[in-house]
């Protein structure tokens, strides 16, 4: 007999599921997606009139997430991630059928390897930084929320967090608020601390200043929006002109600040913390050497000196041959 789960009781229990991960104190915004994934089932069962979850109505699902919804693979295994849990849950309140449901099973889906993540070159990083209006406020605040996603590697929502009682000019620290809740301290290099020091300045002449404790603001007072940064860089990169990737967003200078340091021959351990990855592999993933860089590593490669001497032996060996050759014919 197939293991099911009567779609009944999956619908009767998200609200008991959601409220457990909120009091358990699960990210806000992961809640939400949580519920979202799950739903996205909930009615895909309701549209097909589906009474009984199953392992084959799972993996048709599935299908239907890849081929009509044209979810890419880390968007299918998100929600794949957050039906699991719910269905462990389930298995924990002893609903029906739940504990002979397949959970572990249930497949992960794929991508081809795209190769690696092409970074913008250093004179199209300065070229972009370039073109923002430093002389407006607007300008200047954009100019200083780039930069910090450049100089320090910084994704949008983090830079976008930031705090005014995370900023340590003193020390130079700048604490950053990661993804799942990690924290991490960054040094405030050199040309940073009065960027933020003239920011600071400028800030208290927008609307509600003082009521807002965020480093970005809008011109209305409130915290920058992040689909509005991502509106203005877009701007930024169309005055910018042609550059060589063929779509460049924010997290653009992420990846060229991680591609610039491994040019610059950082550790890769170093590297991780400062991006505030939680594996050596997610960092590995936007590491992309410059030509200049690959070049370096072969022309400095021990093969290279070997192949020298061995077509330097040939030449000396070919000229005395031809010396020989030309005695013996009398040239």
């Known amino acids: 007999m197939k293991a099911s789960i009567s779609v009944d009781d999956f619908d009767a229990n998200i609200e008991d599921w959601i409220k457990i991960r909120q009091k358990t104190r699960h990210q806000p915004s992961g809640i939400e997606s949580n519920r979202r994934d799950v739903g996205i089932l909930s009615r895909y069962l309701q549209e097909r009139k589906i009474a009984e979850i199953t392992g084959e109505v799972i993996l048709d699902f599935i299908t239907c997430l890849c081929d009509v919804r044209h979810n890419a693979a880390a968007a299918v295994n998100r929600k794949m991630s957050s039906i699991k849990s719910y269905l462990r849950h389930l298995h924990f309140r002893q609903i029906e059928g739940a504990a002979k449901f397949p959970i572990e099973y249930l497949p992960r889906a794929r991508e081809p390897y795209s190769g690696p993540i092409q970074a913008l070159e250093p004179q199209e ?12 406020v607007l300008g200047f605040r954009d100019f200083l929320l780039y930069s910090l996603l450049y100089r320090l590697g910084l994704r949008i929502g983090e830079a976008l967090s930031i705090n005014l009682k995370d900023i340590d000019l003193e020390k130079q620290i700048l604490t950053i608020h990661g993804k799942g809740r990690r924290e991490r301290k960054l040094p405030l290099v050199s040309d940073i601390p009065a960027l933020i020091e003239k ?8 609307c509600g200043a003082k009521d807002n404790d965020a480093l ?15 509106e203005n860089f877009q701007k930024i990169v169309e005055k910018a002109g042609p550059l060589s990737l ?12 991680a591609s610039h340091a491994i040019d ?4 890769l351990i170093v590297l991780k913390a400062v991006l505030g990855h939680a594996s050596l592999q997610s960092t590995e993933h936007y590491v992309h050497p410059s030509m200049r860089v690959l070049q370096k590593a072969v022309n400095e490669h021990i093969s290279s000196q070997i192949l020298s001497d061995l077509i330097e032996e040939n030449v000396v060996v070919l000229r005395f041959q031809q010396q020989r050759s030309c005695a013996a014919c009398g040239g």
């Open 199 to 206: 920011w600071l300045l400028l800030r208290q002449m927008l």
């Open 216 to 230: 970005f603001i809008s011109k209305k007072g409130n915290r920058l929006a992040q689909r509005t940064a991502q």
């Open 125 to 136: 990083v300065k070229k972009l930084l370039g073109c923002i209006d430093k002389n407006s």
């Open 264 to 267: 610059g021959e950082a550790d």
């Open 246 to 257: 063929d779509k460049v967003t924010p997290h653009s200078l992420r990846h060229a600040f």
